[in-house]
């Protein structure tokens, strides 16, 4: 009828026209990095010609040594799951920098109803509480960690979304306000000494099994639910999700609920792992987990990226620290190296959004 | 009474001092095309925000579809059956076609995982797709994200989404400022498909021709009041006529008091 004028484009959905992920340039980087450090084992002098991702000791009939990969996602893996929530924060457009000292605080918590009786047939030196919280079933820490943290997402959460306080300030305020309760929780001594079943949510590859099953978890809910539907639309445009009828405030506090407690859960596993909480624990462990969205290519503009993008990027920033290491360099060149990264990433996307319009 | 879809009585808005909108008494029929004409500021968004919910009224009543309603906000507005394009085009830039005609009210699978409900994309898209065959949208694929469309395009949606949900009562606010020659000429065809399928329309315009050409009646106003209800399709209204009562040369008789 009307065909005439206009042209007729009509209607496609063709699967091939979808454009290229941001997925595939973080995996691309990753493996160029990757081949950086290798290539440098060949050549550095010193190295004695190991491979930095090969085995080249033929122990065991593998292909890739294997120890070191298990290092590398190892070292990620718990500031990784804190990154995971960070991730749907920062696609609502807001940002979390209150995960560091809830993870320090949460692992004060829990541990203090995680402590075992006795240690070596003697009482614990580290005991918190009196022997009504000893050997617990393991269920009690890990339940009153996560409900701890529920319960600081839903302050910041309420607070963003209802009293209109920016996301940096609330957070910045729980930052400081969770540091204290960790250093208050115990008059700054350390809580040691776990049952054996609290030790096992730490202990060895645990952490890593934790980070990709939630990685995978979260990953399905943020693609295919209405919860990440709506988490994407609320960054892309708040009034416009507002209008269309999505509840933004109970939204918003959900997501910071959902973040904070895979933050308090990263605490759980770190407390576990280490077998002990101080009140010191997870310094700037906010800042790695931003830094890993923020090179898996998630906007701090809100609206943009993917779990997927955040576990590269966490992946990134594992193989930089560990081939720090195989090529001998120590922590300072690392840290530099992890800094200038976190820039060239933030340059890539804005070059990327630039070519795109 | 019955066949009315929407009638408000002495509808007023002050902001402050500011009388936005005067005892404004406006009615229209299903199926009607109704335009709306005026000078800026003569109170013609406002008119649309009172009726959507957007704001609340200072005073008089809004009938809508035979029922007094009082809408606390758009969503309201929306579910009771008013879909409006706003001149802030209300699309989230980073989602697709589909996602964005959804939005809020998305299909979904397994309901009883509550907010982690599954989304039914494949339903989404094949009723998108219905949707914007009917209206005659063009979109060259409908995966992509608004962000990577024209003016034109963006429009299109936005008119796409308040087409495709069965409403009442469509409202457009200026759904054609922004845009070229072609996608104007599409949005109007958009328009006069909603026509032939007898869905009522309050389209706010300053465009003289689309106005004569899509509307059945225009209604103007001047500093807050209506000024005229001209039947264009009964009576002989050249634009030159229309332009004088926009402007204030002319009064209709019966709005001579209260426009004075």
Known sequence: MTDTSHGTGGLTFDK?????????????????????????????????DQSFLFDTKDRFDSIFNEARLKIIILQVAIIGIIALGVTQVIITAGIDLSSGPLVAATAMIAMSFGQTELVNGFANPKALFGTWAMDLPVLIPVIVGLTFGAFIGAINGTFIAYMRIPPFIATLGMFLICRGIALWWSGGNPISFPTESFKWIGSGMMPVVWFLSLAAI???????????????????????????????NRHKVTVYVIASMLAAFAGVILAAKSETAQAGMGEFYELFAIAMAVIGGISLQGGRGSIIGTVLGAMVLGVIRSGFTYVKL??????????SIIIAAILFDQYRQRNRA | MTDLVLQTTDLTKHYGGVHALEGANFEMKKGEHVAIMGDNGAGKSTFVRQITGVEQRTRGTVKFDGQEVNFSGPLEAREAGIEAVFQTLALADHLD????????????????????????????RE??????????VKIPNIHNTIERMSGGQRQCVAIARAATFKSKLT????????????????????????????????LVSHNMRQVMDLADRIIVFRRGRICADLDIKKEDVSGEDVVSYITGAKTQPEFEDSAA
């Open chain 2, 127 to 136: 009723q998108t797709i219905d949707g914007l065959n009917k209206t005659g």
């Open chain 1, 218 to 248: 979260f990953h399905l809910i943020m693609r295919y639910t209405v919860y990440g539907k709506h988490t994407y639309a609320i960054g892309s445009n708040e009034e416009a999700a507002r209008m269309s009828g999505i509840n933004v």
């Open chain 1, 16 to 48: 091939t026209k979808r454009s290229w992920p941001n997925e595939l340039n973080i995996l691309f980087a990753l493996i160029v990095i990757i081949a950086i450090f290798e290539i440098l084992g060949q050549v550095l002098p010193y190295m004695n």
């Open chain 2, 171 to 202: 409202i457009m606010d200026e759904p054609t400022a922004a845009l070229g020659v072609q996608e104007t000429a599409q949005v109007e065809n958009i328009i006069r498909t909603l026509k032939t399928d007898g869905d009522s329309l309050i």
């Open chain 2, 97 to 124: 076609v589909p996602d964005n005609l959804f939005l809020g009210r998305e299909i979904t699978k397994f309901n009883w995982l509550g907010p982690f409900r599954l989304l039914d994309y494949k339903a989404m």
């Open chain 1, 330 to 339: 120590d922590g300072s060149y690392q840290l530099m190296a992890m800094g």
